[in-house]
């Protein structure tokens, strides 16, 4: 792959007509080594929030040796992409055919479930060809936990209600060598105290039940840094989470596990657009709701920005973004914060697209086409170096809901 000092380069060199993804292993590999280094258990990369093998193969360099699929078709390319990883199937609702192919091809052992009948699933999914039951199965019960403190709910698809736990983790002790509970608080929780909250649920699940917990497995929703949205030190979120789990009723050899999809790739890829043309404080660009800027789109998401022209005004005026199909949903409202010239031919920056931005391109209206190469420079933000200020203590408004 074509390697390029930083964005501006990209643009000299190649003047593109269509989007460019930038890739940035080394901001992959060091968000890899913080989480490996500093999260007190084990870091399973969420492959759905950016399933690019080069990102796989730069974690995996990094040490994350554990994968949460969510699909067939994620199993089978996370096991061609890297052979020895472990892949735990965390989607609580799957077909037996997946079930049967991932144990039985791939060497999947963990599953997570939220319904007896899932549960049913998965016994007779694993079991060998004259019947007997599989005897080593991790099995993680998700249980609902609130989204409040997200940006992103995740709370009212998945999940059995504290209430109804107790005979799940009962039915599932019995058939698991491992048992575990797994939860989501949603994407970029915005304080650890999301996670505390999720774990007293745990704790009142574990003593209803009154079973033996071998795995505790906090799911994912750490945050990454946008504009208006900046969170904590991600250290404040392990220390919470390493404290409450540690008041855990559960047995000493019990293990504790984490999903990161966000803030592992966040800070991988970029996108170079170019303005095709401006209508007042509109750009209409070459990429939009249906490419890499999804949550822009659909959920307001705000990402930086920067003019890549030399020679334009302090980027202080706000705009709106129309990506390139005939869709009038294909409109990201921001605000963009560009210079007042920018204008038609200019090529702009949009940082923090390697969660959620980049895997979720489509062909809509025949807007694929996309290069991709990589960079050197730092990220338009980042969580993961020793500078980096401590919003509590600056005048950053934290953006809670
Ligand atoms: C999406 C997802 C994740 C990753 O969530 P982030 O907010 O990106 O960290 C982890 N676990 C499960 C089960 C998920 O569905």
Redesign the pocket.
Known sequence: MHSYPDASAVVRALAPDEPVILNRPQAAHRAARFFVEKFPGKSLY?V??NPSPDLLLALWAAGVTHY?V?SIAEVRMVRATLPEATLCF?HPVKTAGAIAEAYKVHGVRTFSLDSQEELDKIVAATANADGQPAEDLALCVRLRVSSEYSELS?ASKFGIDLADAAPLLQATRQVADSLGICF?VG??AMTPFAYVQALERVRAAIVDASVTVDIVDV????PSIYPGMEPPPLEDYFGAIHRAAESLPVSYSSELWC?????LCAEYNSIVVKVEKRRGDELFINDGAYGALFDAAHLGWRFPVKCLNEGRADADEEFAFYGPTCDDGDYMKGPFMLPADVAAGDYVEIGMLG?YGAAMKTAFNGFDAVHVVEVADEPMATQYRGDRRDPRVSDNVVSLR
Not at 219 to 222: A, C, I, L, N, S
Not at 259 to 263: D, K, L, N, T
């Open positions: 969420a759905k929030a949460d969510a965390m995740l989501h994407s970029q799911g994912g929703g750490f999903e990161p999809g966000r803030a969660a």
